[in-house]
């Protein structure tokens, strides 16, 4: 069995920065592509960034230039630091990544942004 654990959501102020991690842990034979999507109230789940394991990056054009995705291979782990935030960024933000050839899921963490 396969598990995304997400962290480091919460509420701040516009201009502010979180940064939010995905481990997934469990039977892992590989692991391609780990990214993040967000989706807010009333809207669709839109990705928001991805990156290989090769390391190369892509980003949603809503935030390119603010928010950056990285990954550590040895721990399993994806992260988004996002900077200058806006509160249009507000969504429950969710990790994917492809694992043993399926996709995964985590369960979600809550941005908020606003003063």
């Known amino acids: 069995q396969v598990q995304l654990v997400e962290s480091g959501g919460g509420l701040v102020q516009p201009g502010g920065s979180l940064r939010l991690s995905c481990a997934a842990s469990g039977s892992i034979f590989s692991i391609n592509s780990m990214g993040w999507s967000r989706q807010a109230p009333g809207k669709q789940r839109e990705l928001v960034a991805v990156?290989?394991?090769?390391?190369?990056?892509n980003y949603a054009s809503s935030v390119k230039g603010r928010f950056t995705i990285s990954r550590d291979n040895a721990k399993n782990t994806v992260y988004l630091q996002m900077n200058s935030l806006k509160p249009e960024d507000t969504a429950v933000y969710y990790c994917?990544?492809?694992?043993?050839?399926?996709?995964?899921w985590g369960q979600g963490t809550q941005v908020t942004v606003s003063s």
């Open positions: 990156i290989t394991s090769g390391g190369r990056t």
């Open positions: 994917k990544a492809l694992i043993n050839a399926y996709d995964y």
